[in-house]
């Protein structure tokens, strides 16, 4: 492949895939980032050469996972996806969340520890503060991030 969008395109869904994602939905984000026009399933399965219900699968993947959303055009009566408004201040919101919640499960884990077992309960303790300031620096990192288109 020689042209950089479609490079750009397979890289997303290799970098999707090195983080336990589906690499079709990798390709889809990264789709939807160089290309202004929301796509439908249709589209979008030929535009990455996938089937119809794969890309529905994975669309509805990254809609769960907010940062596409389905939207609908005037007269036509299939649906389309698009990126999210601000895509990458909700990925970082989406992550600080997330981290927020396994840290919250993690301190749950620790309190039904018993207190002599003091250095697990300490190294637990350790691992939510981790992951507490993990979701303080995703929030304090979406404020730094310009607005997207």
Same mark, same amino acid.
């Given at each position: 492949?020689?042209?950089?969008?479609?490079?750009f395109?397979e890289?997303?869904?290799?970098?999707?895939?090195?983080?336990?994602?589906?690499?079709?939905?990798?390709r889809i984000?990264? $789709?939807?980032?160089?290309?202004?026009?929301p796509?439908?399933?249709?589209?979008? #399965?030929?535009?990455? =050469? /996938? %089937?119809?219900a794969?890309a529905?699968?994975?669309?509805r993947?990254?809609?769960e996972?907010?940062?596409i959303?389905?939207?609908?055009?005037?007269g036509?009566?299939?649906?389309f996806?698009q $990126?999210v408004?601000?895509?990458?201040?909700?990925?970082?919101?989406?992550?600080? #969340?997330r981290?927020? =919640? /396994? %840290?919250?499960?993690?301190?749950?884990?620790?309190?039904a520890?018993?207190a002599?077992?003091?250095?697990a309960r300490e190294r637990?303790a350790?691992?939510?503060?981790?992951?507490?300031v993990?979701?303080?620096?995703?929030?304090a990192?979406?404020?730094?991030?310009?607005?997207?288109?």
């Open positions: 492949m020689n042209d950089p969008i479609e490079n395109i890289m997303m869904g290799l970098i999707y895939q090195a983080d336990g994602a589906p690499r079709i939905a990798g984000f990264g $789709l939807l980032l160089v290309e202004d026009e796509h439908s399933l249709q589209g979008i #399965a030929e535009r990455l =050469q /996938v %089937s119809k794969s529905s699968t994975n669309a993947l990254l809609a996972k907010g940062v959303r389905l939207t609908t055009k005037p036509v009566r299939q649906d996806y $990126l408004p601000d895509v990458y201040r909700q990925m970082a919101i989406k992550v600080s #969340a981290m927020k =919640q /396994v %840290s919250d499960q993690i301190t749950g884990a620790r309190d520890i018993p002599e077992q003091s250095v637990i350790n691992l939510a503060e981790c992951y507490r993990a979701s303080e620096t995703s929030l990192w979406a404020e730094k991030l310009p607005p997207s288109k």
